[in-house]
């Protein structure tokens, strides 16, 4: 194995075939990220979304997708011109990779429930390790009047990278926690990343939530609207299938223990608001 790559994954638990496969996935989703860093990619655009909560701010779940959004809308932008900085860090540390972009209009339901038609979609594949693909979304149109802030990653070098700050990332989760429609799932990692917020007191960005909503949705929705529509969801989620949904990326299934409907509804009652 690769020395810098054996070195970044000793820092993980790897105990059990799950607990290797989600440390070989954060250990290359920072290697993109590293090579991205490379090519300039950080001037334009943002990185967001779980696993960005998890590389940079300790979120106590694994994540696989990697999510970015432009700086400013761009519907010309395209990720292709930073396909050889990426596959070059890859290459550095062993792993040979194929990227390719996804035709979005042979996507399952499932797939584009939640996607805009101005997201452009890669896979990145590794064809060293079959099973490994991470999937990259870019939002080339992004709803904006959102903050960013330069955060630091040690491994494989000194590097930053320009993530959305984290009240802007709560607008975005609740967005997704609220809207997200899958008809015969339901994607317990957005109720893992709630909690998250809450417990640790990040304060939520209404504004750039309405204006998420605005775009996405087309709803014009004041602070009560949508508390009112949180509850509803929280209140009639079957808790069963979020939980199903998360407990493959956490550490502890007990930590799921006290989850419930009304445990939730506390939850919604304790968000602070920016």
Not at 226 to 247: G, H, N, P, Y
């Amino acid at each position: 194995m690769n020395d810098i790559l054996e070195q970044m994954l000793s820092h993980y638990p790897m105990d059990t075939a799950d607990a290797r496969r989600n440390a070989l996935y954060e250990v290359m989703q920072q290697v993109v990220l590293c090579g991205l860093y490379r090519g300039g990619f950080f001037s334009e655009a943002a990185f967001y979304g779980g696993t960005c909560l998890r590389i940079f701010h300790g979120l106590n779940r694994y994540s696989e997708d990697m999510d970015f959004c432009l700086l400013k809308k761009d519907e010309n932008f395209t990720l292709e011109k930073y396909f050889p900085d990426i596959i070059d860090e890859c290459r550095l540390l062993g792993r040979e990779v194929e990227i390719t972009k996804k035709d979005k209009h042979n996507f399952g339901k499932v797939e584009s429930a939640f996607l805009k038609d101005n997201t452009d979609v890669y896979n990145l594949s590794f064809t060293t390790e079959k099973s490994l693909k991470i999937k990259i979304e870019v939002d080339t149109e992004p709803p904006l009047q959102f903050d960013t802030e330069e955060r630091l990653l040690l491994q494989p070098f000194s590097f930053f990278t320009r993530c959305v700050s984290l009240p802007n990332l709560f607008a975005g989760k609740m967005h997704a926690l609220v809207f997200r429609q899958w008809k015969h799932r339901v994607k317990g990692r957005d109720w893992y990343d709630f909690e998250w917020y809450v417990r640790n007191q990040v304060p939520l960005n209404f504004r750039h939530l309405q204006v998420r909503i605005k775009e996405f949705n087309g709803l014009d929705v004041n602070r009560d609207q949508f508390v009112d529509l949180l509850k509803e969801r929280l209140s009639t989620t079957d808790i069963r299938q979020v939980k199903a949904d998360v407990m493959p990326f956490v550490r502890n299934p007990h930590d799921l223990d006290i989850w419930s409907n009304n445990y939730f509804l506390q939850l919604a009652g304790m968000i602070r608001y920016e």
